[in-house]
């Protein structure tokens, strides 16, 4: 698996105009400044954790999670 993880969900807030906002936990690293292979090895750790699920890893079943946005906000 990846070295890296989604971030905690905290919570939505919804609102009457039909918006909403995702409440997710704050991510930070220790770098003042990335290295060419800082970037390299997140690019690396980022394509494997999406290829897990598109290898048969089981997505995650949350209610706020969506796996069809892009079809419903074209059509």
Do not use: K
């Amino acid at each position: 698996m990846s070295g890296i993880a989604a971030p905690r969900h905290l919570g939505i807030s919804e609102f009457r105009d039909g918006t909403c906002w995702l409440w997710l936990e704050d991510i930070r690293d220790d770098l003042e400044q990335w290295t060419l292979e800082d970037f390299g090895r997140v690019a690396r750790d980022i394509g494997r954790f999406n290829g897990a699920y598109f290898a048969g890893t089981p997505r995650p079943q949350y209610l706020w999670l969506s796996s069809n946005w892009i079809r419903s906000y074209v059509t």
